[in-house]
């Protein structure tokens, strides 16, 4: 039997607890036997001791599996979290995934919309790409699940599971979790959910002799941009179309005039996917990009991403707090293990007002020198933006004083710049602490914290040694 490999495509930083979720299901679901120990996820280091873009995970054993491979990738628009093919070579656009995997921490004790419907919008768009592939929403949370379940989430909820849509990482009750088996079933549960503040559209359900009207404002900033009601009405009228509606669906209160629709907008190819129309307008006709993903070659989070995982894993520093470029924002860890959200003003009264200095900046990531006592708050950008990276170092003030002071009380704070791109050997700028360079150069800089270069010199030591 030919030698195969699980790769998994991600535009996140590749987390441990979603990496052996992801080989544990693959397992379960052809029935192999395995061996997990502690998992690491280890950057591949060419014969020039030069970066590969690839990672490579350690602590999965399978005989049907040669070896795990993580790559970073991008989404032409609307892209799910991670992506999973088996096979022997790196897998190309017309290869098919056995997985797509949507992750987030976020319950919907925290966020209604985010929890589900701006989620969902991913996985009926990824039917323009594939058919016939295993989709799950992920929920990796941090902070307790809330104990009800507020109808929103079990309505949203409810139309993934008609969909097809696996749900994993939360405890639902099966009596109340259940697909929806018709289509007055649905638009029953919709009407008894809890109207919307006066003022704002409701998202209502309407069945009349061979049309089904769909009310929501898709206009903001004035764009076709409305995320959490794309989300909403994409996940409902793919819903309608799987209950088996094949007449019109039509959105009404949508608020959008014709020019504001552009055959490109992710909601107008889902539109015309599912034969959806936008009342009194004409749905341009959108023309199928098949590309759905390519790898990473451009974006800072190259940098930031590889010193993350570099440093948790040739290091005793952890990250503290991450928000790499186009991931979902993490938590701040306190001392105690604790996983609190970040505010995002100091005074949110005084920004309503126009104060932007009310602004509470945040670091691109945030790591914990424990050895020597040390928090490091690090800015990432793309090697030709470095100097306004070094300018952004000053905004960190707000962010030490309300959260890094008070939880981590007698650690020296340092702040530097992890850059990505460019072809340089050499950095100039003592603010840069380290450069990942576009051939894979691993650059440290010349005043770089002292856990950078701790945890490069174990990577090539690991490698070459």
Request: glycine share 6%; aromatic share 12%; hydrophobic share 35%.
């Amino acid at each position: 039997m030919e030698e195969r490999n699980l790769w998994i495509l991600t535009e996140e930083r590749p987390k441990i607890k979603v990496i052996a979720w992801i080989f544990e299901k693959f397992i379960r679901d052809n029935n192999f036997a395995c061996f997990l120990d502690s998992i690491r996820v280890l950057p591949i280091l060419e014969n020039n001791k030069k970066f590969s873009f690839k990672y490579k995970v350690d602590g999965l054993s399978c005989v049907k599996v040669n070896n795990v491979y993580i790559k970073i990738v991008s989404g032409y628009s609307s892209f799910v979290d991670y992506l999973v093919f088996y096979q022997k070579n790196e897998p190309t656009q017309g290869d098919i995934p056995l997985y797509a995997i949507e992750e987030t921490k976020t319950d919907d004790k925290e966020s209604r919309n985010t929890g589900v419907f701006q989620r969902a919008t991913k996985f009926v768009y990824l039917d323009l790409y594939y058919d016939n592939m295993k989709k799950t929403m992920l929920y990796n949370l941090q902070i307790k699940q809330g104990e009800e379940p507020t109808d929103t989430y079990i309505f949203g909820t409810r139309c993934l599971l008609t969909l097809g849509v696996e749900i994993a990482g939360k405890t639902l009750d099966p009596k109340i979790f259940v697909p929806f088996t018709d289509i007055d079933e649905l638009i029953a549960f919709k009407s008894r959910m809890r109207r919307p503040p006066r003022g704002n559209v409701p998202i209502d359900i309407t069945k009349e002799e061979g049309i089904i009207k769909v009310s929501g404002r898709l206009i903001k900033s004035d764009t076709l941009a409305h995320d959490p009601n794309i989300g909403a009405l994409s996940l409902i009228c793919a819903t309608l179309r799987k209950l088996g509606w094949k007449n019109d669906i039509i959105i009404t209160s949508h608020g959008l005039s014709q020019n504001h629709l552009n055959a490109d907008n992710k909601f107008i190819k889902i539109a015309n996917l599912l034969d959806i129309k936008l009342e009194n307008l004409h749905l341009p006709l959108s023309i199928k990009n098949n590309r759905y993903w390519k790898y990473e070659t451009g974006g800072e989070k190259l940098g930031t991403i590889f010193i993350h995982l570099v440093v948790e894993t040739f290091s005793n520093g952890c990250s503290i707090f991450e928000n790499h470029a186009g991931c979902e924002k993490g938590y701040f860890i306190t001392k105690d293990g604790k996983p609190i959200p970040l505010q995002k003003y100091t005074d949110r009264a005084e920004y309503k007002k126009g104060n932007k200095d009310e602004i509470v900046y945040i670091p691109d990531l945030i790591l914990l020198d424990f050895d020597r006592t040390q928090i490091i708050n690090i800015e990432g950008k793309k090697y030709e933006f470095r100097n306004r990276a070094i300018e952004e170092l000053n905004d960190f003030e707000p962010i030490e004083e309300l959260y890094i002071k008070k939880y981590y009380k007698g650690y020296v704070i340092k702040r530097t710049v992890v850059l990505y791109g460019g072809s340089e050997e050499r950095i100039q700028e003592m603010e840069v602490g380290f450069l990942l360079n576009k051939h894979g150069g691993l650059i440290l800089g010349i005043m770089a914290p002292e856990l950078f270069k701790e945890a490069i010199k174990n990577l090539i030591n690991f490698w070459f040694n």
